[in-house]
């Protein structure tokens, strides 16, 4: 039996969720059977990706998110975001074994903020058999790091919400 490959998107910058999404419509026109897993993302927020089942038959996405944790637009109290966690990681632990690649979104930062711990994770990965795996997300651990197949740190240069302008839709979400 092959294993599945590990990829990690992480840094700072923009590009992360991108790059996965990528990745998703690729497996997908191949063929492929692809899930997103994602940790903070809403269903009622206005993103473009989830959309994407509707456009593909083999891509499904599942928004487990009660939005950004501990930012200024926070409106989830702690147990919301832990369970919205524990909801996203069963997801996850369903679809692994069950889909050629699992994307599972901004799980790194889940790590960070202690919804969900480094072990449940490695676990996962442990599990994946032939699953192709992708990990997004700031705030990447040494362990995954080391485990991990592929790792691209994205790197904030220049971004316009330093200036002021606000996400676009089509570009940003």
Not at 56 to 83: C, K, R, T, W
Not at 112 to 128: A, M, S
Request: charged fraction near 25%; hydrophobic fraction near 40%; proline fraction near 3%.
């Amino acid at each position: 039996m092959k294993q599945g490959l590990i990829y990690v998107f992480t840094g700072e910058g923009k590009g992360k969720t991108s790059a996965a999404v990528g990745i998703a419509v690729r497996a997908a026109l191949r063929g492929m059977k692809v899930a997103i897993v994602q940790w903070y993302k809403e269903e009622r927020w206005p993103i473009a990706e989830h959309k994407l089942g509707e456009k593909f038959g083999n891509i499904q996405v599942y928004p487990m998110g009660a939005g950004f944790y501990q930012l200024p637009s926070d409106h989830a109290m702690p147990e919301e975001h832990q369970q919205a966690a524990r909801g996203a990681y069963q997801k996850a632990e369903e679809l692994v074994g069950k889909v050629e690649v699992l994307i599972l979104d901004e799980v790194c930062n889940a790590i960070g903020d202690k919804l969900v711990t480094e072990e449940l994770v490695i676990k996962l990965l442990e599990q994946r058999g032939e699953t192709h795996v992708i990990l997004t997300g700031r705030g990447l651990t040494e362990k995954i790091k080391d485990m991990a197949d592929l790792v691209t740190e994205c790197t904030k240069i220049k971004h316009p919400f330093d200036t002021g302008r606000m996400a676009i839709a089509g570009l940003d979400f």
